[in-house]
């Protein structure tokens, strides 16, 4: 059953990819500025597209900053279950908690909230400075363009993108437009990555042979749906057409949306796109290859979900190959949890969320105030927040988050295709490949692909 999921998945695409007329090669300008606006009082009023269990998890870590006001929120779902742990979600779930929030914060009734099913009307309001988005990676890339075009900040979710040419656009247009943004790949504010980053930076372990990355297998059913694979009708209140948006037309499931729309080739990645904002971006922070790639992905040991509608990987090992000289591993066979860099003489730092550990032969090592400092925040939200006002970029910004997703979308087509690739990071290609180069990308469902394609031709 899985083969056959997986196959039809690899066919459609492929066929599709090679049948469309190629859009224009993107070229990126920054001959316009934004038109973000942030109240006289610093006050920043910000949105929340999304309101699942990570975005009704962030906006409520954001308003614990003073200096923000969330003024709308917007989810095609009104509220369900299928969140983690089953649990529910949904835009009436988030209103409920922000406006219990507000209520004791400011001592009497709340009423400020405009709630929204369409993300486009949240892009339209004029008192909107920032948005977040929290929605499934497939409705990534359009949202971010408008968002981008219409001069507002943003806060998206990782991973940057559904494809590697989605990622470009946004990258492009967040420098096209200068306006804020900040990818949701939170463990650079963590302190024991940083630390572990700038040893690796100032030559402290030698020089880097192996960066490896440990994430998760398995496809987990998170939303306790796993087995509710028959169609039927979608909830009240839940536009199941809105919600696919670009992605193929299916019939709705419970087993389809909720948490586990990750383990769907159409909407995400698996495991290994889902981790791959978070370590392969700390990989490639350590390593200073934040605006440049591998030169080859080979891949091995896979293993496919065995389920009607979940076909992404559940055991992989990619390495990805580096000009600088190094292989960074991708595995979920790897013996460690988070982010290990190895060296010369033994030595070797790693890093995970929360605590960091060192070789006998490091730990003795201070930096020195001239030595190189990374950039540091304490806090992912209120960094983003500092730079909504102050302009300046944030700690984890398009552009990297772009190039560290890359590495695992590579992954995933040189697993799908069960061949080694070549990659060239400057034209973002993959060498004398055809058939791998039409799965770089993935067709549309119209009307969102005229939509899309008009966008990037702005950029």
């Not at 075009?149 to 806060?155: D, L, P, S, V, W």
């Not at 880097?208 to 994430?215: A, F, K, M, N």
Request: with cysteine; hydrophobic share 35%; net charge neutral.
């Amino acid at each position: 059953m899985e083969n056959s999921n997986r196959r039809k998945f690899l066919r459609d695409s492929v066929v599709a990819s090679l049948g469309i007329i190629a859009v224009p090669t993107i070229i990126s300008s920054c001959a316009r500025g934004g038109n973000g606006r942030i109240s006289p009082s610093d006050r920043v009023r910000v949105a929340l597209v999304g309101c699942g269990n990570q975005g009704s998890g962030d906006i409520m870590e954001m308003v614990q900053d003073d200096r923000v006001q969330v003024v709308a929120i917007c989810d095609v779902n009104k509220k369900s279950a299928g969140y983690w742990g089953g649990s529910i979600g949904g835009r009436d779930h988030v209103e409920a908690r922000l406006t219990k929030f507000y209520t004791e914060k400011f001592g009497k009734p709340f009423k400020g909230l405009r709630l929204e099913e369409d993300f486009r009307r949240i892009i339209e309001m004029k008192d909107v400075d920032a948005i977040e988005f929290a929605i499934p990676d497939h409705w990534h890339s359009i949202p971010v363009l408008m968002a981008a075009k219409a001069g507002k900040a943003i806060y998206c979710q990782k991973p940057l993108a559904l494809t590697i040419p989605e990622g470009r656009a946004m990258s492009n247009a967040v420098k096209k437009y200068k306006v804020v943004f900040q990818t949701g790949s939170q463990q650079r504010s963590d302190e024991n990555f940083r630390i572990v980053c700038e040893l690796v930076r100032n030559g402290k372990l030698g020089k880097i042979h192996t960066v490896s990355c440990g994430l998760p297998s398995g496809v987990p059913d998170y939303g306790h749906n796993k087995d509710l694979t028959n169609p039927i009708p979608p909830p009240s209140g839940f536009n199941y057409d809105l919600w696919l948006g670009p992605a193929p037309e299916n019939p709705w499931s419970p087993a389809r949306t909720g948490v586990n729309f990750r383990w769907s080739l159409d909407y995400s990645g698996g495991q290994i796109t889902d981790w791959g904002g978070h370590h392969p971006d700390i990989a490639q922070w350590g390593m200073g290859t934040e605006h440049t790639g591998p030169v080859k992905i080979k891949s091995s040991n896979t293993e496919w979900a065995k389920h009607p509608i979940w076909n992404t990987a559940t055991q992989y090992h990619i390495e990805a190959e580096f000009k600088e000289g190094f292989t960074m591993i991708l595995s979920s066979k790897a013996d460690h949890g988070g982010v290990r860099f190895e060296g010369e003489d033994g030595r070797w730092a790693q890093a995970d969320r929360g605590s960091h550990k060192l070789s006998d032969n490091l730990k003795d090592i201070t930096l020195k105030d001239s030595d190189i400092h990374l950039y540091k925040s304490e806090n992912h939200f209120r960094n983003f927040i500092d730079c909504v006002i102050s302009k300046a970029e944030p700690i984890a910004p398009a552009e990297a988050a772009h190039r560290s997703i890359t590495i695992a979308h590579l992954g995933n087509i040189s697993m799908l295709l069960n061949q080694d690739i070549e990659w060239d990071p400057k034209t973002e290609r993959i060498v004398n490949n055809t058939l791998a180069n039409a799965l770089l990308d993935r067709p549309m469902r119209a009307p969102w692909d005229s939509i899309y394609r008009d966008l990037v031709a702005e950029i």
